[in-house]
């Protein structure tokens, strides 16, 4: 059965703590990979697309990659501003614009 | 990337009821889909709304629980149809422009009494 695995479930983190966050997914025939940044009682926000393995996309205090298995989201030297639930979604080439989404990870960044 | 609206943005409701829920796009996009985020739990698709033709459905969602509407290319309607408390969730509209990513919307949050 396709899954999509994130960990940890919760972290918190100091004020300029760098961390990564894990998601990690067996599905087959992997057309994208989707992170995604959610803040209460919002809807998910665009963060970034990988398609193929060894890619990476940064943004700010953002660093998204990915292999074959699995995704990561290395926040560095974070703010109290980038505390969200951050969402990582798969959508496979079979399964049209789909997207099958992990459980999330929040992050609560203390100043 | 499109600006999204949905109405209403929460509601309360008593069991037995319906409820429809709106999604307005600044922008004409391919695609509009669904979604449901029970409390605490991550985001599920119900169906993907098709302009021209009927919705398509996920596994454990259906057309009668869940009527989907998509008259043009900016606009859809989902309706929550016979309530029951395990509908409290918060319903979100997403659009795709022709790439792959989906934007949601800000979500409409249910409360069924």
């Known amino acids: 059965e396709d899954q999509v695995t994130q960990s940890p479930e919760a972290l918190r983190l100091q004020e300029g703590e760098s961390s990564s966050l894990n998601c990690s997914y067996t599905v087959s025939g992997l057309r994208g990979l989707f992170w995604y940044r959610q803040d209460p009682g919002k809807g998910p926000e665009f963060l970034f697309t990988l398609y193929s393995a060894g890619e990476e996309k940064e943004k700010e205090r953002l660093k998204a990659t990915l292999t074959k298995k699995e995704s990561f989201l290395h926040i560095t030297a974070p703010k109290p501003e980038d505390s969200a639930t951050y969402l990582c979604?798969?959508?496979?080439?079979?399964?049209?614009?789909?997207?099958?989404f992990g459980g999330g990870t929040r992050v609560l960044v203390k100043p | 990337s499109a600006v999204i609206s949905q109405k209403p943005s929460r509601d309360i409701c008593q069991r037995g009821t319906s409820l429809t829920i709106q999604c307005q796009v600044d922008?004409?996009?391919?695609?509009m889909f669904w979604y449901r985020q029970q409390p605490g739990q991550s985001l599920t698709l119900i169906a993907t709304a098709n302009q021209g033709s009927e919705a398509t459905y996920e596994s454990g969602f259906v057309i009668d629980k869940f009527p989907i509407s998509r008259p043009n290319l900016t606009f859809s309607t989902l309706t929550v149809s016979n309530m029951s408390p395990e509908d409290s969730s918060i319903y979100l509209c997403?659009?795709?422009?022709?790439?792959?990513?989906?934007?949601f919307g800000p979500g409409t949050r249910l409360t069924v009494l």
């Open positions: 979604a798969v959508q496979q080439r079979a399964a049209g614009n789909k997207l099958t």
């Open positions: 997403s659009v795709s422009g022709g790439t792959d990513t989906q934007y």
């Open positions: 922008s004409q996009v391919t695609m």
